[in-house]
């Protein structure tokens, strides 16, 4: 008796479970369907369902030119509750648009041109590889490939590659927009923007401007992204015999900050503003960036999180933002001003910099407070104009410095402690002071400490020097 309830209750369960995995079947068909991709040959037909809602869209791979436009934002996204498959889809952008004053302006006050805006909600934009072709550069420096102003945007394998600034190949020695400078940025998520994320998305930058910025934005999350740019030698610019910056006499912008004559964002000129040799510029600006705010409204609550930056001029800049940061497992290298700039309330876990031209890290800020910094140094040989391996200010840090190889520090290379030196600082008026900081420093590198300094807790295995004014 005992044997047959058993037999009954395993053919109960065979039954059950029959019926639970025909339901999951028809469960996962069901979505399947609901979910399924409508397939577009062409871009004109494409760009009919951008204002549509819950529409599930794949253009036929190709390669589409985007060489028309009625608006400034040459292709606007904003239908609701949709996706965007453009897997093996390549856009050729004419750089001739960013310059057309006959294209209507948008509403939102914003005269920045752009080629793809997505502004709807619930928006997953994946696949597409695009880039700049004409080398012509606009008639402003907000020009940009992609705006993202919409609520639980996700933009997916995204590649773009800018080009089309003015002048190229010098980096910021002409300033950072306006007059002469016009730039070409990458990606920008911007205020209203909240719960955007960007997976996987790669950066090439062969123009002046941003890689991956964020104004305002709420809630983003930055994950296995890749942003690479091009570096110059001041040596190989006054090579030139005809030019840009041959025909200025190569005389660079002058900056504006009066305690700091001969630096411009990470490279020395002469006090007259002349170019000096054995110095190296980023030819792009900064790799992944936090404005702190846009028209008030603050940008906050955003992790990086996986990402390289290579050859840029800062690499990930979270630093100028102040409502802190989270940084977790990224890598920078051969940026040309800091690797990464940290600033008030900043997390950085697990992150790698090397410091060839410029330092691996800093906090620079002597209003920062309460950083916590990570840092794996990677190799740093073989670089020039540079031997600060990181620079600390402010209040109230937690910082650990540690490396896989002492050979990879030049014995040169120093930690300063409440410096004006490299990044940031132009304030004159700044009262310089290093507060409250732990530091363990297990690398060989000499930590010193200049003037202002206040119960410091340093734990190093390099020497610890005092330094006087």
Not at 83 to 97: P, S
Not at 170 to 175: D, E, K, Q, T, W
Not at 281 to 295: A, F, K, Q, T, V
Not at 371 to 399: E, W
Request: charged share 25%; aromatic share 8%; glycine share 8%.
């Amino acid at each position: 008796m005992t044997r047959i309830k058993s037999l009954l209750f395993t053919l109960s369960f065979v039954f059950l479970t029959a019926c639970t995995n025909n339901l999951k079947i028809v469960e996962e068909s069901t979505i399947k369907i609901s979910s399924e991709f409508k397939t577009v040959e062409t871009l004109q037909e494409f760009k009919t369902y951008l204002d549509k809602d819950s529409v599930n869209i794949k253009l036929k791979p190709g390669n589409y030119q985007i060489d028309k436009a009625n608006n400034i934002r040459f292709l606007r996204i904003t239908g609701n509750n949709s996706h965007f498959d453009l897997t093996d889809v390549r856009f050729m952008v004419d750089t001739d648009l960013f310059s057309r004053k006959d294209l209507a302006k948008s509403n939102d006050g914003n005269s920045m041109y752009c080629a793809i805006e997505i502004s709807g909600k619930n928006v997953i934009f994946q696949g597409l590889y695009i880039e700049t072709y004409g080398n012509k550069s606009g008639i402003q420096s907000k020009n940009k490939i992609f705006n993202l102003v919409g609520d639980n945007i996700t933009l997916k394998n995204i590649e773009v590659r800018t080009a089309g600034s003015n002048p190229y190949g010098y980096g910021s020695l002409f300033g950072l927009g306006g007059g002469d400078v016009k730039k070409m940025n990458g990606i920008r998520v911007g205020y209203p923007a909240k719960n955007v994320k960007l997976l996987g998305c790669k950066v090439h930058m062969r123009a002046m401007g941003h890689a991956i910025f964020l104004q305002g934005a709420e809630n983003t999350i930055i994950e296995d992204c890749h942003v690479d740019g091009l570096l110059r030698t001041t040596d190989d610019i006054l090579k030139e015999t005809s030019g840009y910056m041959f025909d200025k006499d190569f005389f660079a912008k002058k900056p504006k900050h009066k305690h700091k004559p001969g630096y411009v964002e990470g490279t020395t000129i002469g006090l007259d503003g002349k170019i000096l040799p054995g110095e190296i510029i980023s030819l792009s600006e900064d790799g992944i960036r936090m404005y702190p705010e846009y028209n008030g409204h603050q940008t906050k609550n955003t992790i990086i999180k996986n990402c390289t930056v290579f050859q840029m001029r800062r690499g990930i800049c979270t630093g100028l933002n102040k409502s802190g940061d989270k940084v977790i497992n990224c890598e920078v290298r051969d940026c040309v001003t800091t690797g990464f700039n940290v600033g008030n309330n900043d997390t950085l876990t697990n992150c790698r910099a090397n410091a060839k031209f410029a330092e691996a890290f800093g906090v620079p800020y002597t209003n920062a407070k309460n950083a916590y910094v990570d840092m794996n140094i990677l190799d740093s040989r073989n670089g020039i104009a540079n031997n600060m391996l990181a620079k600390i200010n402010g209040l109230n840090h937690d910082i650990l410095i540690k490396t896989n190889n002492e050979d990879f520090i030049p014995k040169d290379m120093v930690i300063k402690f409440s410096v004006w030196e490299g990044y940031g600082n132009f304030n004159p008026k700044a009262n310089m002071h290093a507060t409250n900081i732990k530091l363990q420093n297990e690398t060989q590198a000499t930590v010193i400490l200049y003037p202002g300094n206040k119960n410091l807790n340093i734990n190093s295995k390099g020497p610890v020097k005092a330094m006087q004014n």
